[in-house]
């Protein structure tokens, strides 16, 4: 059940008026709520609700027996290791399984070893990374004493609830368990930004997002070497805007939703291609994963506390984890070495550039840090590391553009603008819209929403971060 | 990896001219500085907006309904449902409440026919 479709449409409106009308319980209330995620969860696999269901309640007896421990630190150290164990046993099974016995088999072979391993087919449960990271940060910030114990409900609610299942953002449940422990309550300014923000993301997928993807990226990148360089430069910078639109459009999407049923989800995206370095690159591209890394693996490795080569080693190993947490690929390791080697490079540079020398002006640095990301999708995008090195080959092949459009050049311009508007504009445009009277504002919505539908190819794509 | 969205909620908006950095210091997208006036009914002014745009769409989209109507999987209930999208589809046509959408997707079908030079369009897929 994709976002934008008639069917989620309709399940919402089911489940917006149900939320509401029990909003004089909070508890039958979160019921309700759980039991329409599971039925939104089961609608891509019925088999997988259990799965869910079974994470929740290991998270939440971790994390109950962490805190009975008390102060016995080993009992709650033991604890902890147990929970994260469960939880990356569950993530390994399903999504590194296949890989890593497909490295086994390849090494095996190559010591001159004959018969083929059985290897299972594993079907990877959808947003199964978002909600097992989910639980890890629950657990561990219990452990950490930063978050308390949350009932059964509120735990399995937090892993479960619809709007951010599947592709985020993380909500950790400091965020959201006392939200969920109180009753919630809409005001218009919250309902303002929701729907504008449903409406952009809307918008951002289905017309943008959706455009690119079929009259340009899927075909160049489905044989690169079969394209001119002017192609595969356009398919480089269309999948730039592509997989922004794409999965920014799903966060927006979920903060909104979640607004219209009166919760608040955390930031995720703040105009990415603005930054003027990978460091902030990344405290602007899916923020609630950056921050979960920095929180969790980061500063467990070492962070900055032991001097300049532990934190590079830090950074470095944090981000190849980051892009093997995106799958399980040489690929996406090799996304990951990219942004660790950059970022590493950019702390060094720091430390040691100079001091006569003159600091990079911010337009040059915004324009490197765009490429050096672009450099990464390449990588990310492509279907094997030779697809990969065949792109890069052939951009200096030469020859025409055949597949690139005026419309499809002036979305790529138009998706590279929106990261220069000026910040917070959903949010200033809700401050206007929250004082415009219901009639006019549902009118305004409704004629925007046809115009989107109008644009749109036949049928949706889904979302990039689904397979995650 | 620090953002100034991770820091808690602060008061109403002292000056328009701060809204970026106040906007900036919220947990959340969604919360927003406090209106000059307060603005009572959040949630009959929201479900107001979900219902009239959900006329609009009704109205003038029933397009879009047909064509999910069709995409289901066919038994004894979705035939009827196909039965009615149709029928919806035909009465709001026989209003020209289908021409707007008819028009914009026109339009911009026209819009990504265009080519560079003298490119001869693109057969349709």
């Known amino acids: 059940m994709l976002f934008p479709t008639l069917t989620f449409g309709l399940f919402f409106l089911a489940v917006y008026a149900l939320a509401w009308s029990l909003k004089a319980s909070n508890e039958w209330r979160k019921i309700a709520l759980l039991l329409a995620s599971w039925f939104f969860y089961a609608a891509w696999d019925p088999r997988f609700v259990a799965l869910l269901i079974a994470s929740g309640l290991l998270n939440w007896g971790a994390a109950r027996l962490i805190a009975a421990a008390g102060d016995r630190r080993r009992a709650r150290q033991a604890w902890l290791a147990a929970g994260i164990a469960v939880n990356l046993i569950i993530l390994g099974f399903f999504k590194y399984y296949g890989f890593f016995m497909e490295q086994l088999e390849a090494l095996l072979h190559g010591l001159g070893w004959q018969r083929d391993l059985a290897i299972m087919q594993v079907i990877l449960p959808v947003g199964i990374s978002f909600f097992t990271f989910q639980g890890m940060s629950y657990v561990i910030d219990v452990y950490r004493r930063r978050a308390g114990p949350a009932g059964l409900l509120d735990m399995t609610l937090l892993m479960s609830f619809f709007p951010h299942l599947v592709a985020g953002p993380i909500v950790r449940a400091s965020h959201l368990v006392p939200q969920l422990q109180r009753a919630p309550e809409i005001t218009r300014g919250m309902a303002a930004t929701g729907l504008l923000l449903i409406v952009w993301g809307l918008f951002k997928k289905a017309v943008i997002a959706s455009e690119l993807a079929t009259g340009l990226v899927d075909a160049v990148f489905a044989d690169p070497s079969a394209h001119s360089t002017l192609d595969l430069a356009a398919a480089a910078y269309g999948y730039a805007v592509q997989i922004y639109c794409d999965f920014s459009a799903y966060s927006d999407m979920a903060v909104g939703l979640a607004a219209l049923l009166g919760y608040r989800f955390p930031h995720n995206f703040n105009q990415p291609y603005r930054a003027a370095s990978l460091q902030d690159f990344w405290r602007r591209w899916h923020i609630s994963l950056s921050s979960w890394l920095r929180d969790y693996l980061y500063v467990s490795l070492g962070g900055s506390r032991h001097g300049l080569t532990r934190l590079c080693f830090a950074l470095t190993v944090t981000m190849l984890l980051g892009g093997l947490w995106h799958g399980a690929s040489w690929n996406f390791v090799i996304w990951g070495a990219i942004h660790g080697a950059v970022l590493a490079a950019e702390r060094l540079w720091r430390e040691f550039r100079p001091r006569e020398w003159p600091a990079v002006p911010h337009p040059v640095g915004v324009i490197v840090t765009f490429h050096v990301v672009l450099l990464g999708w390449v990588f990310f995008r492509s279907a094997s590391f030779a697809d990969a090195v065949a792109f890069l080959g052939g951009l200096g092949a030469g020859g025409g553009a055949s597949l690139l459009t005026p419309l499809l050049l002036g979305l790529i311009v138009l998706g590279m603008s929106f990261h220069f508007f000026p910040p917070f504009t959903i949010q200033r445009a809700a401050m206007r819209v929250r004082a415009v009277p219901a009639l006019r504002v549902g009118l305004a919505g409704g004629f925007l929403i046809l115009v989107i539908d109008a644009m749109r190819p036949e049928g949706v794509a889904p979302f990039i971060y689904y397979q995650f | ?125």
């Open chain 2, 1 to 125: 990896m620090a953002t100034a969205a991770n820091r808690n909620m602060v008061g109403p908006s002292p000056e328009p001219a701060g809204i970026a950095d106040l906007l900036a210091d919220y947990a959340s997208p969604v919360d927003l500085p406090d209106p000059p006036e307060p603005l009572p009914g959040g949630l009959r002014w929201t479900t107001e907006v979900i219902v009239v745009a959900a006329l609009v769409l009704a109205l003038f989209n029933a397009h879009a309904l047909r064509g999910w109507a069709y995409r289901l999987d066919t038994n004894a209930a979705t035939v009827r449902l196909v039965s009615a999208a149709e029928g919806w589809y035909e009465a709001t046509g026989r209003f020209g409440l289908n021409r707007p959408v008819e028009a914009v997707h026109a339009g911009w079908q026209s819009l990504k026919d265009r080519r560079f030079g003298e490119e001869a369009p693109r057969p349709p897929p």
